[in-house]
C-alpha cells in the first residue's frame, strides 16, 4: 500500500525566513510520481510541481526548491526568503502507474509567516 | 489559461436530501476525479472516471455516491441522501492522461458542502 506522511503539522516562521517542509512516502512500486500542492486560505488546490522516481535531480523554481532522495523515500520542499503570501496548507501527494492517476495525499502541514 | 469549474461554491442541504454537485473539467481532458476534504483534514480520494465509466472508488465512495458525465462537458457528483459525516469540501480534478504520466491533475476551486 501506498502512504505519504507529513509530520509537521504547523509550522511558524517570521517573514524572510527559510522553511522546510518535510514529506516521507511509501511504496513498493519502482516508478511513481511525487507531487506537492498549494492550498492558501481561499481553499483551492494549486499544482506546484511533478516528480518521477527516475528523476532524483532536485529543482529550483524562484524561492521554491525541492530536494528528491530515494535512499530516504523523502521529498523535501524548501521556500527562501518566506513572504506572508506563503502562508498556506502544504500537500505532498504520491501516485503510482496501474491505480487510475489517483493520489494519495499527506495530512499537510500549515505553514503559517508573519510579518 | 483553462481550469477546472465546480459550482456551487457553497451548499447547505438538510440531512437526507439529495445533492448534486457540479464541474467543468478543462476541455481536451480525458480523466476525472473526485476528492473530499473533511475540514481541517487531509485530502481523500473519491473516485475516478475515465472513457464513461468508473475506473476506481475508494471505500468512502458507497452507494449513495455517483458520478455521471452527461453531456460531455459537465462531471457531477451525486449524494442520494446526505449525512452529518459528508460535510466536507469536494474537489473536482481532471488531467490530461493519467496523473504522473508526464501529466499532472488540476483542480477546481471546490465545492463546500455543509449538512444540516
Known amino acids: 500500500a501506498q502512504k505519504v506522511t507529513q509530520a509537521q503539522t504547523e509550522i511558524s516562521v517570521v517573514e524572510k525566513e527559510d522553511v522546510t517542509l518535510d514529506c516521507v512516502y511509501e511504496?513498493?512500486?519502482?516508478?511513481?510520481?511525487l507531487f506537492w500542492y498549494k492550498q492558501p486560505p481561499s481553499g483551492e488546490l494549486v499544482f506546484l510541481i511533478r516528480?518521477?522516481?527516475?528523476?532524483?535531480q532536485n529543482e529550483i523554481s524562484g524561492r521554491y526548491s525541492w530536494n528528491f532522495q530515494k535512499s530516504t523515500s523523502s521529498f523535501n520542499f524548501t521556500i527562501t526568503a518566506s513572504q506572508v503570501v506563503d502562508s498556506a496548507v502544504y500537500f505532498c501527494?504520491?501516485?503510482?502507474?496501474?491505480?487510475?492517476?489517483?493520489?494519495?495525499f499527506g495530512q499537510g502541514t500549515t505553514l503559517q509567516v508573519k510579518p | 489559461e483553462p481550469e477546472v469549474t465546480q459550482t456551487p461554491s457553497h451548499q447547505v442541504t438538510q440531512m437526507g436530501q439529495e445533492v448534486i454537485l457540479r464541474c467543468v473539467p478543462i476541455?481536451?481532458?480525458?480523466?476525472f476525479y473526485w476528492y473530499r476534504q473533511i475540514l481541517g483534514q487531509k485530502v481523500e480520494f473519491l473516485v475516478s472516471?475515465?472513457?464513461?465509466?468508473?475506473?476506481?472508488k475508494s471505500e468512502i465512495f458507497d452507494d449513495q455516491f455517483s458520478v455521471e458525465r452527461p453531456d460531455g462537458s459537465n462531471f457531477t457528483l451525486k449524494i442520494r441522501s446526505t449525512k452529518l459525516e459528508d460535510s466536507a469540501m469536494y474537489f473536482c480534478?481532471?488531467?490530461?492522461?493519467?496523473?504522473?504520466?508526464?501529466?499532472?491533475?488540476?483542480f477546481g476551486q471546490g465545492t463546500r458542502l455543509t449538512v444540516v
Open positions: 516528480r518521477n522516481s527516475f528523476d532524483e
Open positions: 472516471f475515465y472513457n464513461n465509466e468508473i475506473s476506481e
Open positions: 501527494a504520491l501516485s503510482v502507474p496501474g491505480n487510475t492517476g489517483k493520489l494519495i
Open positions: 511504496t513498493r512500486d519502482t516508478t511513481y510520481y
Open positions: 476541455s481536451n481532458h480525458l480523466y
Open positions: 480534478a481532471s488531467s490530461l492522461l493519467l496523473t504522473g504520466l508526464n501529466t499532472e491533475a488540476f
